[in-house]
């Protein structure tokens, strides 16, 4: 090593600080800041991120960079910042955020530079001008001439596979044709895109209505890093409004797109949608992509052969060069939050991306969060608002049917009990209609209850928390109530104390016993039962759409995952099996979920000439959440959850950190929390506006076998909880037994 080694920082996708490691002189012109390198870690090899130059220290002992794969850095300068933000504010290691950056083919050591799909192509090589030639080549080669002519017919050239494996050609024929110059055999790098497949919908093209184009005026006079937040309500054509905007900056300005949706949204409709306007120019981003489909994409737009991206939350960090707009649709999904290490959330990570980039963002949802909606009232953000369905379409008319118990309550585990739990008279007889019209049904079943609960039959109480304003959990052996955010219990009783009325305990139903209740009352109905289960496949999802487009199905029934950008014109009637589920989550943000989800599933209902009707069926009927969605208000809603978000304040009023221990035994996960907790409260002395509440268990006390607890942070000042972030990441001493571990989400996105 000579003074002269060029030194570069490395930063590892490990729990450690980035290394310094020489350059080899060899490597030199191939490392720059944001390439990917080889280095050593310990006795193993780590694809590592050159982040900056370093300087010797003296008495360092130094290691090389093994090697450099790409001849252009990885991530740009751009892509860079905003991975540093998210290392910092989120409390992550900066080479996990770079790893989780980049596509899985593009981080793994041993094999650093992915391979790319080749298929062979046959050509015709030799012309066979005149009759007489022709005849005398395959005199006695029938065969050879067919699959000649045929390539011809083809217009010169077709892939050996169809050839070969779906118009049978023999490997002998195709070798006798090239052996003597006739046809040519090379092979050419194909890209792996699934949904090239696909034959693409025509989107049937509309004009703008003039408050569609107010609003994409207002977009196009953004000026770069504005956020805007586009509220419309469902049905009032975001979409083309996202369409006009992105022609706008990605033909006429010649620059780069991102469109987020969340995962469950990105269905074969909305791809379509992008494609029939961009066509090859779009990158799909799918979860359910190969390694290597996910690697050409990638390779796509960062070559600039396509220059726009739909995808789900990863896709923020797509690698365009000059991004001039990103669109996070549904702003208000839980799923654009990452559930492990680095847990960004992707709306804020496109807030930051489009600020180092001179991009606008665009927020759009009918529900916006409470978050955003507070940051547009501030100013902070701009407001867009479409208030009505295009071409006067008008919202559903949704109607309550309260399931309280009048009276006796059937006996426990009887059919009628069962389908006093899932399916109201009124609920059987609306759909029992639509099958006869032959018109389709959507049926929401809410997320499998994570938490059980005690409900009053007669009144639809719910004890919560006097600390917390949160639902008690019902845990059994013994049986009792326990708030899982400040560990007050409290003792189930015989009665209701409200009314005095019986308790049910709620353990949330699954789809498939509410598919058995359908069949049951509905032997003639054609049901198609969509969810986690069903789901798994590559195209299961689109599938199970299709065929609500044909006909074939009378009865969609269906998680979350229903409830999202589906657009079906013959769905007259949406039903919501069991709406308490949702708003007694023992979470602070169970009630704008809820109405959030009560609010986008009313809108799958009457989106064509026939109209359509919504049945909630519920216990709380005076619930804001459900009121407040019965009649599509979502200002009156919002008032009203701000309020309740003041005291005890919880986000938009200020901020959370939510520090969860997990450990194997439930003793060590204990003490590591009380010790932990003790040490944060000499820490935050010194810090002005910090709330701790807990540590306490985890509403989901165990998951895969570990015990978890966790301690919640609040604060109004954003430097507080980036401080306390760091010091459980980094400082925090966790002992090595009983596989005992720290996690820090921040702005968690729910408490279970
Ligand atoms: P949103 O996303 O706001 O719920 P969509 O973008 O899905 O609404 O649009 C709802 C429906 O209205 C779609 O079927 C779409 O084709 C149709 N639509 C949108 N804009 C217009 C327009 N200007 N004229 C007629 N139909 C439109
Ligand atoms: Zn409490």
């Not at 933000?85 to 770079?98: E, F, S």
């Not at 799909?117 to 080669?141: D, P």
């Not at 008690?472 to 708030?483: K, N, Y």
């Not at 000042?717 to 720290?742: H, W």
Request: net charge positive; aromatic share 4%.
């Amino acid at each position: 090593m000579t003074p002269n080694t060029m030194l570069v920082s490395v930063a590892l996708p490990l729990p450690l600080a980035p290394l310094t490691y020489a350059v080899p002189d060899e490597l030199v012109d191939r490392v720059a800041v944001g390439s990917r390198v080889v280095v050593p870690v310990g006795t193993r090899r780590t694809m590592g991120f050159v982040i900056g130059p370093a300087e010797a220290k003296a008495g360092m002992k130094l290691r090389s960079v093994l090697s450099a794969p790409d001849d252009a850095p990885a991530i740009d300068a751009a892509l860079l910042k905003t991975c540093n933000w998210i290392a910092d504010y989120y409390a992550a290691p900066l080479g996990v955020v770079l790893r989780s950056a980049l596509p899985s083919a593009l981080t793994g050591a041993a094999k650093p530079s992915p391979a790319a799909k080749t298929e062979r192509h046959v050509e015709v090589k030799k012309q066979l001008e005149s009759l007489v030639e022709r005849e005398a080549a395959f005199k006695r080669a029938p065969k050879q001439r067919e699959l000649y002519e045929l390539v011809e017919s083809l217009g010169g050239s077709a892939s050996v596979d169809l050839l070969l494996e779906r118009l049978n050609f023999t490997p002998a024929v195709l070798k006798a044709l090239s052996d003597r110059g006739l046809l040519a055999i090379r092979r050419d790098v194909v890209q792996r895109d699934p949904f090239a497949l696909r034959a693409g919908v025509a989107d049937p093209r509309h004009s703008a209505t003039p408050e569609q184009l107010a609003a994409i005026t207002s977009l196009k006079a953004a000026a770069a890093g504005d956020v805007v937040l586009l509220h419309g309500v469902t049905g009032s054509g975001k979409t083309l409004v996202y369409l006009e905007w992105l022609k706008h900056v990605v033909r006429d300005q010649k620059r780069g797109a991102i469109v987020l949706v969340p995962e469950i949204a990105l269905t074969p409709q909305t791809v379509d949608r992008f494609r029939a306007v961009f066509g090859d120019q779009v990158a799909v981003l799918h979860s359910t992509l190969s390694d290597g489909e996910r690697f050409d994409a990638w390779t796509a737009l960062r070559r600039g052969d396509k220059r726009i991206v739909v995808g789900a939350r990863s896709a923020v960090f797509a690698p365009i060069s000059d991004v001039g707009a990103i669109v996070v649709d549904e702003e208000h999904e839980s799923s654009y939050k990452q559930n492990e290490t680095p847990r960004y959330h992707a709306r804020e990570v496109a807030i930051v991306r489009a600020r180092e980039q001179g991009a606008v963002v665009v927020l759009g949802s009918a529900t916006p969060s409470l978050e955003s909606w507070v940051n547009a009232q501030s100013g902070k953000y701009r407001l867009v608002s479409l208030p009505d369905r295009v071409g006067g379409g008008r919202l559903p008319k949704v109607h309550v049917v309260d399931m309280r118990v009048k009276g006796k309550p059937p006996a426990k585990g009887s059919r009628e009990a069962l389908a006093r739990i899932a399916l109201s008279e009124q609920l059987e007889d609306a759909l029992r209609a639509r099958v006869q019209k032959k018109e389709q049904s959507i049926l929401l079943l809410n997320r499998r209850g994570y938490a059980s609960f005690v409900q009053c039959q007669q009144c639809g109480d719910v004890e919560a928390c006097p600390n917390c304003s949160i639902s008690l959990t019902l845990h059994r052996a013994p049986e009792r109530l326990v708030c899982h955010y400040c560990r007050h219990t409290a003792e189930l009783r015989d009665k209701c104390a409200q009314c005095g009325g019986e308790l049910l305990r709620q353990r949330g139903l699954g789809t498939q016993q509410v598919e058995k209740i359908l069949a049951e009352a509905l032997p003639s109905a054609r049901i198609a039962r969509m969810d986690l289960d069903t789901t798994s496949g590559k195209w299961a999802h689109a599938n199970i759409l299709d065929k609500v487009a044909s006909g074939e199905t009378d009865i969609l029934l269906g998680t979350q995952m229903i409830a999202k950008g589906l657009d079906f014109a013959n769905v007259t009637l949406v039903g919501v099996v069991d709406a308490d589920v949702g708003i007694n989550l023992p979470d602070f943000r169970a009630s704008e979920r809820c109405f959030q989800l009560l609010s986008q599933v009313a809108g799958r209902a009457g989106r064509g000439p026939k109209g359509g009707e919504v049945i909630i069926q519920t216990r709380v009927p005076g619930h804001h959440a459900v009121k407040c969605a019965v009649t599509h208000d979502y200002h009156a809603f919002v008032k009203q959850e701000l309020e309740g978000r003041k005291e005890p304040p919880y986000p938009p009023a200020l901020r959370l950190l939510n520090v969860i221990f997990s450990g194997t035994r439930e003793e060590d996960v204990v003490k590591f929390a009380m010790g932990a907790a003790d040490k944060l409260d000499a820490h935050v002395a010194e810090l002005e506006d910090v709330i701790v509440v807990g540590p306490a268990p985890c509403p989901v006390e165990r998951i895969r076998n570990r015990w978890r607890w966790h301690l919640l942070v609040k604060s109004a000042k954003p430097a507080s909880l980036t401080r306390i972030g760091r010091y459980f990441a980094e400082r925090l001493k966790v002992p090595s037994r009983g596989g005992l571990r720290v996690v820090v989400d921040r702005d968690p996105s729910a408490l279970l």
